[in-house]
T-cell receptor, first 115, second 116 residues
């Protein structure tokens, strides 16, 4: 089975800190995604990447950046954490040459609290 | 803009079939219908997808109307562990150009509660 591993399940950070959320997948998927999920708002796409060193903005990229130096790893960076970035963050990956065959595989999520 | 419309919640008795509807009246010819579910405190899980033919796998069946404007996800024998939020998503997936066109937008889904 494809595994998407997020480095932390729970994280508490202070306002203004630089925060790194790490995601690693083990099945050589081209595409990787970062979503955040908030009550009443559902899942919203922050950034995605369809190749190493490639990135595209999703629906809510403000306040975030990403890094994809290796195919298996996709990092989400909060340059200066703010309380409105308190959320559940979900990473996902998928194949591009067999689009739709298996869909997205999601990690278990990181619940980030900014105080 | 929401591409799909789903009821916010549904109930189903354990052991009975759960039929979850989805309207996607503005679907384009190259857009697939995807279904995911999210059990509380977990990441979403892929269930099934289809273009225009009905599809079945070990988890569920997907029935797409002939005009493709709506679909139904069927869980044939619902169990308590099927209680989750179910998302219906339509998205174009370009097999030849790859991942840059392939991203899914999740709506609010349907909370299915399976009762004993």
């Amino acid at each position: 089975d494809v595994k998407v591993t997020q480095s932390s399940r729970y994280l508490v950070k202070r306002t203004g800190e630089k925060v790194f959320l790490e995601c690693v997948q083990d099945m050589d998927h081209e595409n990787m995604f970062w979503y955040r999920q908030d009550p009443g708002l559902g899942l919203r796409l922050i950034y995605f990447s369809y190749d190493v060193k490639m990135k595209e903005k999703g629906d809510i990229p403000e306040g975030y950046s990403v890094s994809r130096e290796k195919k298996e790893r996709f990092s989400l960076i909060l340059e200066s954490a703010s309380t409105n970035q308190t959320s559940m963050y979900l990473c996902a990956s998928s194949l591009s040459d067999r689009v739709g065959d298996y869909g997205y595989t999601f990690g278990s999520g990181t619940r980030l609290t900014v105080v | 803009d929401a591409k799909t419309t789903q009821p916010p919640s549904m109930d189903c008795a354990e052991g009975r079939a759960a039929n979850l509807p989805c309207n996607h009246s503005t679907i384009s010819g190259n857009e697939y219908v995807y279904w995911y579910r999210q059990i509380h405190s977990q990441g979403p899980q892929y269930i099934i997808h289809g273009l225009k033919n009905n599809e079945t796998n070990e988890m569920a069946s997907l029935i797409i109307t002939e005009d493709r404007k709506s679909s139904t996800l069927i869980l044939p024998h619902a169990t308590l562990r099927d209680t989750a939020v179910y998302y219906c998503i339509v998205s174009a997936s370009d097999f030849y150009s790859g991942g840059s066109n392939y991203k899914l937008t999740f709506g609010k889904g349907t909370l299915l509660t399976v009762n004993p």
